[in-house]
Structures are given as structure tokens and as C-alpha cells.
């Protein structure tokens, strides 16, 4: 079995198998509890169930994947991912409801001020530029070399690493990458700033913003490749696990940020967590919150402003797959 079959199946079930250890150690399935219940009988159990739910899922799929036929090894590599995600999913709010009997809700919560007034971005925003000047770059050297690019040439390849879509030598066969990729970069850039500014301030939010500046690099330098691999002739599966080496550190820095005993738990509601993921409380002026389901941030539906943002999110998804 390839490599690029498997690892990124190894990669996205060590995510769901570590999500009880990507918040807070307060905080567990969602539910603020006390302090040592991590360690109790109740916390140990609940934590072992889920992540032995998610090694079966991750087992079966691995099987799947090595005794499925040639012909089924496309849908397998579809669903698979999937499925792990779903169980972690299922499981995650099975393991909250055991918890939520012992969740409770400091009386002396932490406060935090949303930032609201003007506040000076990290020195290392104006990295945010690169990824766009790197798409420019390949723009400018598809531009150079035009006659050399052939009038039809391959854009995707199966599992066999034959060609099975073309495309032509014309305005949108070429670039369609680079203009996918800036509309993708220029999402994440929003989102970074959104965060910063509509979230309280700590320094999970200063992680964020670095994260999304990453991945901004991770998709240019992708996308760039994809669309001068005319040229590059770089592998498939060097295309396919090379955004792994960097999504693995931005996840581990993201983990411990979120963790960091420093700043402590945002102090959120419990009635306003709806199954320990979605977070909707209209008197929270804040846009974003720590997630308690994964890492990073998470919406404040109570604030109408959150349905804004997902339009914005709509309207790039519908309108991505026609620049290609």
C-alpha cells in the first residue's frame, strides 16, 4: 500500500485521537470541570472510551483501504477520513453528556476585554503578504514561458498516477490554481483578522493569527506547484504529504497554546454550549471564543455579525470552483 494512501488516514485519526488533549486541562468534552477530574475514575474512562472508538474506526478504514479492490479504492479514501471524523464526532458528545453532570461555572469567572479599540497587530502580520507575492511569482513565470506551456496538457491524476482530467492552454486552464489560491489566502487572512479582533484578547489569539499565515503558505506554495507542475514535474504524492510537514508543527503549536495553564480557560456559559461545540449567546459581545471541540476559535452565533462571516464562507465555496 502507497504512502499517500495511508498517512494522511494515520494523520486525520492522531488528530481526532488527541482532541481530549487540545483544550485546557478545565476543561473536558466540552464541559468545564474541576480540577483534577481528568484523573478520576469517571475522567479516565470517559477519555479511554473515546479514543478506543476512534482506534476501531481508524482500524476498520485501514483495513478497508488495504483489502478493498483496486476498483473501490477511490470511494475508500474518501469515506475513510470520514468516518473517523464522525465517530470522533458521535463520541465527543457521548463523552459529554457523561461529563456534564460535573460541569460547573466558576463564581469568579475570568474576565477579558474584547478588543473593540484600536490595537496593534504582531510584527509578523506583514508576513501575510508572502503567500500572495509567491502566486504572483508563478503568475509571472506561466506569463513568461506561455509558448512553452503544451495547448492541452494533464491537472489530475488517479490512484494508478495516469492522467484522467485536462485542461487547455488558456486563461483559466492555467491560472485557475493562482486565482483559487488568492481567493483561499485572502479568506484566511480575513479570518485571522476577524479573530483578532473579535475575540478576547491571549494568546491563543496571537497563535491563530500565525496559523492562518502558515496555512496561507502551505496553499500558495501548493497551488503554485500545481499549477507550474508543466515545468516542475514535481510528484504526486510529493504534492499530497508535502502540506502534511507543515500542518503537523502549526497543529502541535495550536495544542499548546490551548493548553497553556497562563492564561487559564475563557470562562464561557455552560448553557450557552450547545453539545460542548457550538457556542451561541447573543449577551457575549465577543465574536469568537476558544473552542472547546478541537483547536482554535469558535463562532459566537448569539452575535448576528457570525452570520456574516458564514456567508463570506458560502460565497467563497460557491464561487472558488468556477476560477479553476
Not at 453539545?275 to 459566537?300: C, H, Q, T, W
Request: charge should be positive; glycine fraction near 6%.
Amino acid at each position: 500500500m502507497r504512502l499517500e494512501f495511508w498517512l494522511p488516514l494515520c494523520f486525520v485519526a492522531a488528530v481526532i485521537f488527541a482532541i481530549p488533549n487540545m483544550t485546557h486541562h478545565r476543561i473536558l468534552f466540552g464541559c468545564m470541570v474541576p480540577r483534577d477530574f481528568r484523573l478520576s475514575p469517571t475522567g479516565r474512562k470517559s477519555i479511554a472510551e473515546f479514543r478506543f472508538a476512534v482506534a476501531i474506526a481508524f482500524a476498520i478504514t485501514l483495513c478497508a483501504l488495504v483489502f478493498a479492490p483496486r476498483s473501490f479504492l477511490s470511494p475508500v479514501l474518501i469515506a475513510g477520513p470520514v468516518f473517523i471524523i464522525c465517530t470522533g464526532i458521535l463520541m465527543f458528545l457521548r463523552e459529554h453528556r457523561r461529563v456534564a453532570p460535573f460541569a460547573f461555572s466558576p463564581s469568579h469567572p475570568r474576565e477579558a476585554e474584547v478588543s473593540n479599540a484600536p490595537e496593534k497587530l504582531p510584527w509578523f502580520a506583514w508576513l501575510a503578504a508572502g503567500p500572495f507575492a509567491i502566486l504572483a511569482a508563478a503568475a509571472v513565470f506561466l506569463y513568461l514561458h506561455w509558448s512553452q506551456i503544451p495547448t492541452r496538457f494533464a491537472v489530475h491524476w488517479g490512484l494508478d498516477g495516469q492522467p484522467n482530467r485536462w485542461s487547455d492552454r488558456a486563461l483559466r486552464g492555467v491560472y485557475g490554481p493562482l486565482f483559487v489560491a488568492a481567493a483561499f489566502c485572502a479568506f484566511l487572512l480575513i479570518c485571522g483578522l476577524v479573530v483578532w479582533f473579535g475575540a478576547r484578547r491571549s494568546h491563543l489569539r496571537r497563535v491563530t493569527l500565525a496559523s492562518m499565515i502558515v496555512a496561507e503558505y502551505i496553499l500558495a506554495l501548493l497551488f503554485a506547484a500545481v499549477a507550474m507542475n508543466i515545468f516542475l514535474h514535481v510528484p504526486m504524492w510529493a504534492m499530497s504529504l508535502g502540506p502534511l510537514i507543515f500542518l503537523v508543527p502549526v497543529i502541535v503549536a495550536m495544542a499548546r497554546a490551548s493548553a497553556q495553564p497562563g492564561d487559564g480557560p475563557e470562562i464561557t456559559p455552560e448553557e450557552a454550549w450547545k453539545g460542548g461545540m457550538i457556542y451561541y449567546n447573543p449577551e457575549d459581545p465577543a465574536l469568537f471564543v476558544p473552542k472547546r471541540f478541537g483547536l482554535g476559535y469558535s463562532l459566537n452565533y448569539g452575535n448576528r455579525w457570525s452570520w456574516l462571516f458564514i456567508g463570506g464562507i458560502v460565497l467563497i465555496a460557491v464561487v472558488a470552483p468556477l476560477l479553476k
